[in-house]
């Protein structure tokens, strides 16, 4: 069995312009690095056999901050955040109707169904290397949520209302076996 260790990461300049930044590189706002650094206090009594991040600026720099001085984080495209497409970079008004494109692609991006189709293979890598092992992931929301269907058996409907953004309630990490 794999342990996963799931990690958000910190608040872009995006994120407080309420822009989706999907699968540009964004960068940690002030506001972001420092919770980086509280995320690193807070789970610095764990202990993890691999460190992965997203091969996105934003969850490399999470990583580095949170966990830079104990690990040295792997990264890895399939951890993206999904591709918005047209929409990457714009006003995120549009996730409100996030539902429409489990199946459906964003326009000139992909669907969630292509993230959950990365994160599956990830999570088919990470069983074929880290058995019986506890790794760390930092990434994003909808990798997150393709966990939530891949692992916990989740609807996209059902991971997309449960998301714990809407409630704001984060916590310094999920945690997801993999048998």
Same mark, same amino acid.
């Given at each position: 069995?794999?342990?996963?260790?799931?990690?958000?990461?910190?608040?872009?300049?995006?994120?407080?312009?309420?822009?989706?930044?999907?699968?540009?590189?964004?960068?940690?706002?002030?506001?972001?690095?420092?919770?980086?650094?509280?995320?690193?206090?807070?789970?610095?009594?764990?202990?993890?056999?691999?460190? *992965? @991040?997203?091969? /996105? &600026?934003?969850?490399? %720099?999470?990583?580095?901050? #949170?966990?830079?001085? +104990?690990?040295?984080?792997?990264?890895?495209?399939?951890?993206?955040?999904?591709?918005?497409?047209?929409?990457?970079?714009?006003?995120?008004?549009?996730?409100?109707?996030?539902?429409?494109?489990?199946?459906?692609?964003?326009?000139?991006?992909?669907?969630?169904?292509?993230?959950?189709?990365?994160?599956?293979? *990830? @999570?088919?890598? /990470? &069983?074929?290397?880290? %058995?019986?092992?506890?790794? #760390?992931?930092?990434? +994003?929301?909808?990798?997150?949520?393709?966990?939530?269907?891949?692992?916990?058996?989740?609807?996209?409907?059902?991971?997309?209302?449960?998301?714990?953004?809407?409630?704001?309630?984060?916590?310094?990490?999920?945690?997801?076996?993999?048998?």
């Amino acid at each position: 069995m794999v342990t996963i260790t799931y990690f958000v990461h910190g608040t872009t300049t995006d994120n407080e312009r309420h822009l989706a930044t999907g699968q540009l590189p964004g960068e940690l706002s002030e506001r972001g690095k420092h919770e980086a650094r509280q995320l690193g206090e807070q789970v610095m009594e764990l202990h993890f056999d691999a460190v *992965f @991040c997203s091969d /996105l &600026q934003r969850a490399i %720099d999470t990583a580095d901050i #949170a966990f830079g001085g +104990h690990y040295n984080s792997i990264q890895d495209k399939r951890l993206r955040e999904a591709d918005y497409g047209d929409w990457n970079g714009k006003p995120n008004d549009f996730k409100n109707k996030i539902a429409d494109f489990i199946d459906q692609s964003f326009p000139n991006g992909e669907s969630l169904r292509d993230v959950e189709a990365r994160l599956k293979s *990830f @999570c088919d890598f /990470l &069983q074929a290397n880290y %058995d019986d092992q506890h790794v #760390a992931i930092v990434a +994003h929301q909808y990798p997150q949520l393709a966990l939530d269907v891949i692992l916990n058996g989740k609807t996209w409907p059902q991971a997309i209302a449960e998301d714990w953004r809407h409630t704001g309630s984060w916590q310094a990490g999920w945690t997801y076996h993999m048998a």
